[in-house]
């Protein structure tokens, strides 16, 4: 291959809780923890690069029936 990618190595985490009944549960989670910022991939040429996804993070409430 012309073109190589660097390694990485990303970090993702979730917590969650569930009730009792175990009906109920939230959840804290995100992607990319430390924000890392890296090359995704790379056009054959070489010259246009496609960034990595940014840290995302976010709440999650459900409901199981």
Do not use: M
Not at 7 to 27: G, M, P, Q, V
């Amino acid at each position: 291959p012309e073109f190589l990618l660097e390694s990485r190595s990303l970090t993702n985490a979730r917590i969650r809780w569930d009730s009792a009944s175990l009906k109920w549960y939230a959840e804290l989670w995100s992607t990319n923890l430390f924000d890392e910022k890296y090359v995704a991939a790379i056009q054959n040429t070489g010259s246009l690069y496609y960034a990595g996804a940014r840290r995302q993070s976010g709440i999650r409430v459900g409901y199981n029936f």
